[in-house]
């Protein structure tokens, strides 16, 4: 039994939310700060062991834990190392807003984290806190700092480059990265079912930046097959990557290897599009683990072939936070 679909791809990475919970409040997310809409508890380190496991067997090799922020939860660490003690899970990661990294990273890499992504939407002090809601800004980049000390051999800074609001930065951002061995990753703007008129507003076309970056003799990078969706470029240049996640580019889907479990334990074969599959009631047992993977390739078979956000269809996602991005 393996995680392939009707399309014949393959699903090797799962990003696991651990909390919906977030403490910023970013204009594209959550711009009037987290609001609690549930009463369930959020996953066990039990129910996550016996879901990894289950996700392991199947074929799963890397995981990405996620939120909301998931340093919130105070068995993060802890989570980290039952993930990575797990058979068969090669690769641990994590995306974070970096609001308490500078404290934390050598205690994550301990624990058995790989990979790690920060968050930040600019290299202004003034335009960070404006798109967050947080004067944050140099803290979280002493958490970038702090990664390195802390032995991670690379840092993934994601940003979110939207028209007239931060795409002034993208300048900045590349000759941040001249000397720096970061992966520094341009996420386009995605519509959800809260953010119409925002987004018509600040949406900026990933394809715009990658011609500006073909012109500027960057060169595309091979994919590996674990990787996340971005399209990653070098430059003989530079120490530094460019990522570029497009999800309105043509074909953006058909390389999918990721599925998406909740922090309330639901399956969710796409970011967009559907309301997922409850998966909790076979996780409170490792005896209902042949059953928790049969429920999870029997709805494997309903994933489609798009996410078909380029028709306007944002599906049942009220915003990027409640199921982890």
Known sequence: MKLVDKYYRKFEYLRLSITDECNFKCNYCLPDGYQRTHQKQFLSQQEINNLITAFAEL??????????????????????????????????????????LAKNAKSWFEAGLDSINVS??????????????????????????????????????????????????????????????????????????????????????????????????????????????????????????????????????????????SAVGRLHLCLFGEEGVDLRHLLQSSSDKEQLKSTILDALNDKKSSHFLELGLTGGTPHLASIGG
Not at 70 to 93: C, H, M, N, Y
Not at 203 to 230: F, M, Y
């Open 120 to 261: 930040i939407d600019s290299l202004d002090a003034n335009t960070f806190n404006l798109i967050t809601g947080k004067n944050l800004f140099h803290k979280v980049m002493q958490g970038v700092e702090a990664c390195s000390t802390a032995g991670f051999k690379q840092v993934k800074v994601n940003s979110v480059l939207m028209k007239g609001l931060n795409d002034h930065d993208l300048v900045t951002f590349l000759a941040w990265i001249k000397n720096q061995p970061i992966q520094l990753r341009f996420i386009e703007l995605m519509q959800t079912g809260d953010n119409n008129e925002f987004f018509n507003r600040y949406h900026l076309s990933g394809q715009s930046i990658k011609e500006t970056l073909l012109s500027q003799q960057w060169i595309p990078k091979l994919r590996q097959v674990n990787d996340g969706p971005a399209e990653v470029f070098t430059h003989p240049d530079y120490v530094g990557e460019i990522g570029l996640i497009m999800p309105y580019s043509k074909d953006f889907c058909d390389n999918c290897n990721r599925l998406r479990v």
């Open 59 to 100: 074929g799963t090799s890397k995981i990405r834990i996620t939120g909301g922020e998931p340093s919130l939860r105070k068995d993060f660490p802890d989570i980290i190392k039952q993930i990575s003690d797990t058979d068969g899970i090669e690769k641990v990661a994590t995306t974070t807003n970096g609001f308490s």
